[in-house]
């Protein structure tokens, strides 16, 4: 199949290549192009493309959040969009979510979401294989955002990659690149080649290097992509997945497979496995002082499942061959990873933090408020005089999974424009002057505290 994109219908395209499927564009919602004011805490660059070998030929922005109160950074997160028009502009609202920023907040992380301008019938390869510029400048852009932030250590501090399709195969291929940077991967829907395959002649593999192995990397993908379902557009995935695992795990290497039992392409509802995965895999790799190595992930409590199965055992208790069964990094996480296989619904039982700053002017209501780092936000509840009035969003929107606060699209990211934290209360008497309350609810259901309390003026 060529590397290049096919076109069905008016906007949605199939790119099939190394188990890389383009999101189709149909399926974002507009506007895309529109940029999230980037104040404090976050930043963003521009780079125009390349007209020079080697160079990324597509412009480039990224935009980054540093958690408030942060002294000196120990990673970044990145979360990578996938290919097609609209995926990339869909890139632009990546750092602003709430619910991957929990995540960066517990590490002291920076959270960073390129977006790529690719035009819709451009070639994907041109960015989501890193060698083609890329890598380059990603980490110019850190450099350059580091200076802006005054947070000079991010062009240094490891990296947790996070992707979708096309941006799968370009997280993969940067832990063969720079293994040493890589504190971990997930691939949703995309990886790199790693041996020349004669059906795709115009596509580079990547060598796999020893140090590459020790760097944990999860397969992701949608039981319809070729795992349950053999004969949709998107089939190709899990062929192309297979291979990377077998090439992968066959050298022991700490790779493991999660199919999501519900989705296609779309994301579904990954994060709640992706977040707490990648939440144990920097706990124990980080270094405790920025500018130290990676520390190598322990051994002593891995466990191990069929690529395609539902359940998991002890490594120590295992007596068939290793290479054949995916890796897991400890107990918690295999049974988050399955429950995750049998039907998403990853357990959570702790609550998320109350709203703070709650703030009231005539009768709008803000506040602020951090995800739960299990199970994101699904809604907020105001509560008046002790009666709850309100939910916000009255029904939260998400086509492709649990309903959150600030919807989601195709790729993963909030929806433009961003959902604020705000009420306006139209049924008070405004004589009353009544008393607020703000509460926060995640997207099992369980609720916060109730925030502080807020009197209206008559």
């Not at 579904?268 to 270094?287: E, H, K, M, S």
Request: hydrophobic share 40%; proline share 9%.
């Amino acid at each position: 199949m060529s590397r290049h994109v096919f076109f069905v219908g008016i906007s949605c395209l199939v790119f099939m290549i190394v188990g890389v499927a383009a999101s189709p564009a149909r399926c974002q919602q507009p506007p895309y192009d529109l940029f999230p004011v980037a104040d404090p805490p976050y930043y963003r660059v521009r780079f125009e493309g390349g007209t020079q070998p080697g160079q990324l030929i597509f412009p480039v922005n990224y935009t980054v959040w540093i958690p408030p109160g942060t002294k000196s950074l120990r990673g970044v997160i990145v979360h990578q969009h996938g290919c097609g028009e609209g995926s990339c502009k869909s890139g632009l609202t990546g750092a602003y979510d709430l619910h991957w920023q929990a995540l960066a907040r517990r590490h002291d992380c920076a959270l960073l979401a390129p977006a790529y301008e690719q035009p819709e019938n451009a070639d994907c390869q041109m960015w989501c294989d890193p060698r083609n510029g890329s890598a380059e400048a990603f980490q110019r852009g850190l450099t350059e955002l580091g200076a802006r932030s005054g947070h000079p250590e991010l062009s240094t501090v490891p990296w947790a990659l996070w992707g979708h399709s096309g941006g799968g195969h370009w997280a993969g291929g940067m832990v063969m690149l720079y293994p040493d940077r890589v504190a971990a991967a997930w691939l949703r829907s995309g990886v790199p080649l790693l041996e020349p395959d004669e059906k795709r002649p115009n596509i580079k593999a990547h060598s796999l290097p020893d140090p590459a192995l020790g760097v944990p990397m999860m397969c992701n993908l949608g039981t319809k992509e070729g795992v349950s379902v053999k004969d949709d557009r998107f089939s190709g995935v899990w062929p192309a997945n297979e291979r990377f695992f077998n090439a992968v795990r066959s050298r022991r290497g700490l790779v493991g497979v999660a199919v999501d039992p519900l989705s296609s392409h779309e994301c579904g509802n990954q994060r709640y496995f992706a977040i707490v995965w990648l939440d144990a895999c920097l706990t124990a790799r980080l270094p405790t002082t920025t500018g130290e190595a990676l520390r190598p992930m322990p051994d002593e409590d891995n466990w191990v499942a069929p690529p395609t199965g539902t359940d998991a055992v002890p490594a120590k208790e295992f007596s068939g061959e290793l290479k054949e069964v995916s890796w897991l990094p400890n107990q918690v996480m295999a049974r988050a990873w399955m429950q995750y296989v049998k039907d998403t619904a990853v357990i959570d039982t702790t609550p998320p933090a109350r709203p703070t700053n709650l703030r009231i002017v005539d009768r709008e209501l803000t506040w602020e408020a951090v995800a739960d780092l299990e199970s994101g936000l699904a809604a907020f509840l105001i509560e008046r005089d002790g009666q709850i009035v309100a939910r916000l969003p009255e029904e939260g929107r998400n086509p492709f999974g649990r309903p959150v606060f600030q919807n989601l699209q195709y790729s993963d990211t909030p929806t433009q424009p961003l959902v604020p934290m705000r009420y306006v209360d139209t049924t008070a008497d405004r004589d009353d002057g009544p008393t607020y309350r703000v509460i926060a609810v995640n997207t099992v259901g369980l609720k916060s505290a109730p925030s502080g309390c807020v009197k209206a003026k008559r």
